[in-house]
T-cell receptor
Framework: SQTIHQWPATLVQPVGSPLSLECTVE??????LYWYRQAAGRGLQLLFY??????ISSEVPQNLSASRPQDRQFILSSKKLLLSDSGFYLC??????????FGPGTRLLVL | AQTVTQSQPEMSVQEAETVTLSCTYD???????LFWYKQPPSRQMILVIR??????QNATENRFSVNFQKAAKSFSLKISDSQLGDAAMYFC???????????FGKGTRLSVIA
């Protein structure tokens, strides 16, 4: 069966520091991968999605970036965090035409 | 662009009763998929139910069922015999066919009263 992992689970970072959140999927190959952000009490905002290694689509221009160095690995990064980057980050995977399944998420607090 | 609207920010239901959560969407496409996701306090998104637009029959998963009205672009979720564990945020989502991301509504917070 397929599983999706995210780490870290929780992160507290100072403003201006770098960020790296990792997402990996097991039990499937060539999945579509997604990064979402959810601010407190709000809905999900799609940040990036990828249909293959090295292929990244950005939905929202901001100081975040994403990379897919391996088939089942998706990384969300920032060179300098802003206060507004605080939130709950969810990674998801899906096969073509199929349902998206979500990871457990990462809580990021920027101080 | 497609949009999903959940007009009920909050709902409450008595334990063992039935509740219906509303969702409408806007699209010009004929082939698409609709989903309801549940987000409990742990904040992990859990799939509740899925509906393919080409299927006329409403999807059902145990106590959860949908009322899919394609012409009206409506996709409501009915929860029967509500349980305390059903308390969560519920998100309605839309996806076109192909490699397209989900479009989410803003969610409905459901409280279950014992």
């Amino acid at each position: 069966s397929q599983t999706i992992h995210q780490w870290p689970a929780t992160l507290v970072q100072p403003v201006g520091s770098p960020l790296s959140l990792e997402c990996t999927v097991e039990g499937t190959s060539n999945p579509n991968l997604y990064w979402y952000r959810q601010a407190a009490g709000r809905g999900l905002q799609l940040l990036f999605y990828s249909v293959g290694i090295g292929q990244i689509s950005s939905e929202v221009p901001q100081n975040l970036s994403a990379s897919r160095p391996q088939d089942r690995q998706f990384i969300l990064s920032s060179k300098k965090l802003l206060l507004s980057d605080s939130g709950f980050y969810l990674c998801a995977w899906a096969q073509l035409q199929e349902t998206q399944y979500f990871g457990p998420g990462t809580r990021l607090l920027v101080l | 662009a497609q949009t999903v609207t959940q007009s009920q920010p909050e709902m409450s239901v008595q334990e063992a009763e039935t509740v219906t959560l509303s969702c409408t969407y806007d699209t010009s496409e004929s082939d698409y998929y609709l989903f309801w996701y549940k987000q409990p306090p742990s904040r992990q998104m859990i799939l509740v139910i899925r509906q393919e637009a080409y299927k006329q029959q409403n999807a059902t998963e145990n106590r959860f069922s949908v009322n899919f009205q394609k012409a009206a672009k409506s996709f409501s979720l009915k929860i029967s015999d509500s349980q305390l564990g059903d308390a969560a945020m519920y998100f309605c989502a839309y996806r076109s066919s192909g490699n397209t991301p989900l479009v989410f509504g803003k969610g409905t917070r459901l409280s279950v009263i014992a």
